[in-house]
């Protein structure tokens, strides 16, 4: 009788293992590629996107190059073809120049997917975006607008020059800015922080210099907003340049506080992590192709669905949050 037992546990023993490697093997390998290391937003990218597949129990690879290039990018795509990984979710550094390495993986059979800043439709499966472009285009220039009184010179301060989401963003403050109401606006310059913190300082700083009628910056990147801020900050320009964007609440509490960044938006990074981390998973599993209306369960974020996009496909995390100095204190410590 005990033998009888001893091997039957055995038995169940052995067919739980089986069912435990089968599962670690079909909950599979999943990349992410960030557009560069020390960029806290990035950061919290990395950690939505492996709190996502450590609940999926898949493994996750977590990458960012020291620069955001384009380069730096598709060698780490390269490497990840030759690991042969499962997915390979990336926030581009070009919508265009990572074409030939992210054909290559998905021919190879690797589901890619972008997300933050997408690359263009023949590259991917499908896009996480974060919030409607449209939307936080118009949305920034109406608030300069306010801010300045209505009339001045402005500057946008942006990241790189090849970043499709500041991009886009900039196409719609153009169009915004074209409306008969923003008459006595001037945007005067696009300067390009490179996402470095150093860069972008010194960008805000010439931009001072080259146009002292200059009433507001808008910085459409959580680095180049927090470097304005600082510069802004240390010149005593409150009330003189104003200033908003796309900011971390962590890094800007500081110049929300002290008046000089009335408001700004954002979304939450990590959740844009987490969301590209279940699209992956739904991609690997077959859920989805990527096509429009597909549909799948992303995790605490719930049901997402796939829309049309601009020649491809997306998924939207939801709409930007504005902070201010009423809400402030309470996200600092979240993001
Ligand atoms: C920077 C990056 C990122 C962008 C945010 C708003 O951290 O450029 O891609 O989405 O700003």
């Known amino acids: 009788m005990k033998k009888l037992f001893v091997g039957i546990l055995c038995l169940?023993?052995?067919?739980?293992?089986?069912?435990?490697?089968?599962?670690?093997?079909?909950?599979?390998?999943?990349?992410?590629?960030?557009?560069?290391?020390?960029?806290?937003?990035?950061?919290?990218?990395?950690?939505?996107?492996?709190?996502?597949?450590?609940?999926?129990?898949?493994?996750?690879?977590?990458?960012?190059?020291?620069?955001?290039?384009?380069?730096?990018?598709?060698?780490?795509?390269?490497?990840?073809?030759?690991?042969?990984?499962?997915a390979i979710a990336i926030a581009g550094n070009d919508p265009d120049a990572l074409q030939p390495a992210l054909t290559k993986a998905m021919k190879r059979g690797i589901k890619v997917l972008s997300l933050d800043s997408a690359v263009n439709p023949q590259s991917r499966m499908v896009h996480v975006n974060q919030a409607d472009s449209e939307k936080i285009g118009r949305s920034l220039i109406q608030g300069i607008y306010e801010m300045i009184g209505g009339e001045g010179q402005i500057a946008i301060l942006s990241a790189t020059s090849q970043a499709a989401n500041q991009n886009t963003w900039i196409e719609w403050m153009k169009k915004e800015l074209k409306k008969e109401k923003y008459n006595k606006v001037e945007l005067v310059k696009v300067a390009y922080g490179d996402d470095l913190r150093d860069k972008s300082v010194s960008e805000t700083e010439a931009l001072l210099k080259s146009y002292p009628n200059l009433r507001g910056i808008i910085a459409p990147t959580t680095v180049g907003i927090a470097a304005a801020g600082?510069?802004?900050?240390?010149k005593e320009l409150k009330g003189?340049?104003?200033?908003?964007?796309?900011?971390?609440?962590?890094?800007?509490?500081?110049?929300?506080?002290?008046?000089?960044?009335?408001?700004?938006?954002?979304?939450?990074?990590?959740?844009?992590?987490?969301?590209?981390?279940?699209?992956?998973?739904?991609?690997?599993?077959?859920?989805?192709?990527?096509k429009v209306g597909d549909t799948f369960t992303a995790g605490d974020l719930g049901k997402k669905e796939v829309i049309a996009v601009g020649g491809g496909t997306e998924i939207m995390l939801g709409a930007p949050f504005k902070f201010d100095a009423g809400n402030i204190d309470e996200w600092k410590e979240v993001y």
């Open 240 to 290: 003189k340049v104003e200033l908003t964007g796309l900011g971390l609440p962590s890094e800007m509490a500081e110049y929300i506080t002290n008046g000089i960044c009335d408001w700004m938006y954002l979304w939450n990074p990590i959740d844009i992590g987490y969301l590209a981390g279940y699209t992956a998973h739904a991609l690997v599993n077959g859920e989805i192709t990527g």
């Open 230 to 234: 600082k510069v802004l900050s240390d």
């Open 12 to 86: 169940v023993m052995m067919i739980s293992f089986a069912g435990t490697s089968a599962a670690a093997q079909t909950a599979g390998r999943y990349a992410l590629i960030v557009k560069s290391a020390g960029n806290p937003y990035n950061e919290n990218e990395m950690k939505g996107f492996a709190k996502a597949i450590k609940e999926i129990g898949g493994t996750a690879i977590l990458k960012a190059p020291a620069e955001p290039t384009a380069e730096a990018q598709i060698m780490m795509i390269e490497q990840l073809i030759a690991q042969r990984v499962d």
